[in-house]
T-cell receptor, first 113, second 115 residues
């Protein structure tokens, strides 16, 4: 089955702990993106990557880190520096960075206790 | 920096009423425009997109949108809403920013359909 997978669906962590959210795609897409979705704020871009071993900060990158060592994987680490980490996190991929549509994963809901 | 404004955050319509959701963007160059929909408990999925050509684009489920370049707008329309349409609708812009293509989403419009 082709698609984007995010795991786990629900994640709970204690305050002060780093946590890594997984995003994998087998669509052979070049570009991958991380968003967080909060009520009333839509989707805000955290980080994006247009090619392996390269990534760019989005609009709200503070307190987050990413890596893109493989084309199919774009993990997001929520660090203890992120002041308000409880949110719904969406990963997306896109065939090329320019004119194509984004395909979204099912999301991970992170709750920091 | 590019930005997207969705003017109506919450829209309530009667079944069969016509729908128009506003979307304006700010960016001076070439843009690709999208409307995505998120039904309750489901993934975000593409409704329609504009890259070039005919500014009136048709999407799935009877939705259409018109790109008006002079107004920097890409409003979503449907002639008659149905019970299956309640969802959150997001407008998005893909444009060049700092040497990279970047996607910016609006804050979303939640649609409610009442008897």
């Amino acid at each position: 089955d082709g698609g984007i997978t995010q795991s786990p669906k629900y994640l709970f962590r204690k305050e002060g702990q780093n946590v890594t959210l997984s995003c994998e795609q087998n669509l052979n897409h070049d570009a991958m993106y991380w968003y967080r979705q909060d009520p009333g704020q839509g989707l805000r871009l955290i980080y994006y990557s247009q090619i392996v071993n390269d990534f760019q900060k989005g609009d709200i990158a503070e307190g987050y880190s990413v890596s893109r060592e493989k084309k199919e994987s774009f993990p997001l680490t929520v660090t203890s520096a992120q002041k308000n980490p409880t949110a719904f996190y969406l990963c997306a991929s896109q065939p090329t960075p320019t004119t194509n549509t984004q395909y979204f994963g099912p999301g991970t809901r992170l709750t920091v206790l | 920096a590019q930005s997207v404004s969705q003017h109506n955050h919450h829209v309530i319509l009667s079944e069969a009423a016509s729908l128009e959701l506003g979307c304006n963007y700010s960016y001076g160059g070439t843009v690709n425009l999208f409307w995505y929909v998120q039904y309750p408990g489901q993934h975000l999925q593409l409704l329609l997109k504009y890259f070039s050509g005919d500014p009136l684009v048709k999407g799935i489920k009877g939705f259409e949108a018109e790109f008006i370049k002079s107004k920097f707008s890409f409003n979503l329309r449907k002639p008659s809403v149905q019970w299956s349409d309640p969802a959150e609708y997001f407008c998005a812009v893909n444009a060049r920013s700092g040497g990279y293509q970047k996607v910016t989403f609006g804050i979303g419009t939640k649609l409610q359909v009442i008897p």
